[in-house]
């Protein structure tokens, strides 16, 4: 057995939970609710006297509604009156954008591309947006996403409000380029974000070098899903050569491993 | 999809099928107190994409899916609630410690997750598929979303990086950190 081999052997063995079925977390919590909506059938049996329970049940109901409502009536008469404490508008219109921005980020992470444009803002909710989307999508789902985090707020917290984050590429052709670190800036307007380009990071020439590693060992890969002539005018964007779709990343992503090998190589002809 | 079921039952027979599989999986990659969170996230998710389910064969890979995209949203929170800490006046606590942290008992154990901890996480959550969860390479690339080839490709890369990271790191010496560094 080669070292690789027993060294992912030792790997194995040092799971921390090497047995599921040693799991004896009770599963009884997430279903012990009763769903509101539950049609339930009741079969009665042929000798069974009809009881009519619901005059009792209303009646107890109604009971309780007077009960809490007398309740509350004395509560809210001995209690002094006091003024809600007030909020501190930008802070809350900040922390809200920043949630909005997280939670858009979630949708792309999941490839829920009508949820994403459902939170997007007019401005980047067109059929070219959406395949930008798809394009970050794909790359996130082949096990290559760009981390978005650190996210803060461009002061003045006034809508529009401008918020920045960092964005950390696990491509390896970017890290390979000295693309690591950029700006992802986001604007929001009413809980709704549009995604601007990224800053601080040369992502034409990433794409330049599938687009030439394409070219070299997948022409036909190139012409059918990565070429802008492939798209209709108007429906995508591109960028170093590549038209940024789901359909491209999907054909790319794969190969970042080899084309950053291949450019590490110094691109070599076949 | 089929079956005359309620989506309600459908539902809960998955649940009950695939819980302990599920947190298994979250505890291989998180403290309990958080893996039991994230699973709650992974069912509710589930329940809203019900009718989206795969056929029951592949229920499990989609339900490992649906976490590995929680659990990389759940770590990129976790390293900026971390980074707010150490900001904070050096009032930061340590992280609760990751399940490796607790259970590897053994040096070699400790000195080969921490040769993983070294990868980047698409390598490392291959190598954990296929060596934690013992998924063969289809379900693995219904989890990651990727080609059965990719996987394959991949996986042997993964256990050539894992064993230049494990030789890399001093023989007998105990790891100072054996933290994995999640979402990146």
């Known amino acids: ?270 | 999809m089929a079956g005359n079921h309620s989506a309600e039952n459908v539902f809960d027979r998955l649940y009950r099928a695939h819980h302990s599989a599920v947190l298994a999986y979250c505890l291989r990659r998180l403290a309990p107190s958080d893996a039991h969170d994230v699973v709650s996230e992974v069912f509710t998710i589930a329940w809203r994409k019900i009718e989206a389910r795969p056929a029951d064969d592949k229920i499990r890979s989609w339900l490992y899916g649906i976490a590995y995209r929680v659990l990389s949203h759940h770590w990129r929170g976790r390293r900026r609630r971390h980074r707010l800490e150490e900001r904070m006046a050096g009032l930061a606590e340590s992280p609760p410690p990751d399940p490796e942290t607790v259970v590897v008992r053994r040096l070699e154990d400790r000195r080969v997750v921490e040769a993983a901890g070294r990868l980047r996480l698409p390598d490392r959550e291959i190598l954990r598929l296929a060596g934690w969860e013992q998924l063969p390479h289809s379900e693995i690339a219904t989890v990651l979303g990727i080609s059965v080839a990719a996987v394959d490709q991949r996986f042997h890369r993964a256990k050539k990086r894992l064993a230049r990271e494990y030789e890399r790191l001093p023989a007998g010496a105990p790891a100072g950190s054996v933290r994995m560094r999640e979402g990146r």
């Open chain 1, 1 to 270: 057995m080669s070292d690789v081999e027993q060294i992912y052997d030792l790997f194995v063995a040092a799971n921390p939970v090497p047995d599921d079925r040693a799991i004896t977390a009770d599963p009884q919590p997430f279903t012990d609710a009763e769903p509101t909506h539950r049609t339930r059938m009741l079969v009665r049996r042929a000798d069974q006297r009809h009881q009519r329970s619901w005059p009792r049940a209303v009646a107890a109901a109604a009971l309780a509604v007077v009960a809490a409502g007398a309740v509350w009536g004395w509560w809210s008469a001995s209690r002094p009156f006091q003024p809600a404490e007030p909020s501190d508008p930008a802070t809350t219109v900040g922390a809200r954008a920043l949630q909005a921005v997280e939670e858009w980020l979630v949708a792309l992470e999941a490839g829920d591309m009508d949820e994403v444009l459902a939170r997007s803002g007019p401005a980047t909710r067109s059929i070219e947006d959406r395949r930008v989307h798809e394009w970050a999508a794909a790359f996130s789902t082949h096990g290559l996403p760009t981390i978005i985090d650190e996210c803060a707020i461009v002061p003045p917290a006034i809508e529009p409000i401008s918020v920045r984050c960092r964005a950390t590429s696990s491509d390896p052709v970017a890290a390979e380029l000295g693309v690591v670190e950029m700006v992802a800036p986001f604007i929001v307007v009413d809980g709704l974000v549009d995604w601007q380009a990224y800053r601080g990071g040369d992502l034409a020439a990433v794409n330049a070098a599938y687009a030439q590693y394409l070219t070299l060992f997948d022409p036909t890969g190139l012409e059918a899903f990565c070429r802008p002539a492939a798209y209709e005018p108007g429906t995508f964007v591109q960028n170093g050569g590549l038209a940024l779709t789901g359909e491209c990343a999907a054909l790319v992503a794969p190969l970042a491993e080899q084309v950053a090998e291949w450019v590490r190589n110094g691109r070599p002809a076949p």
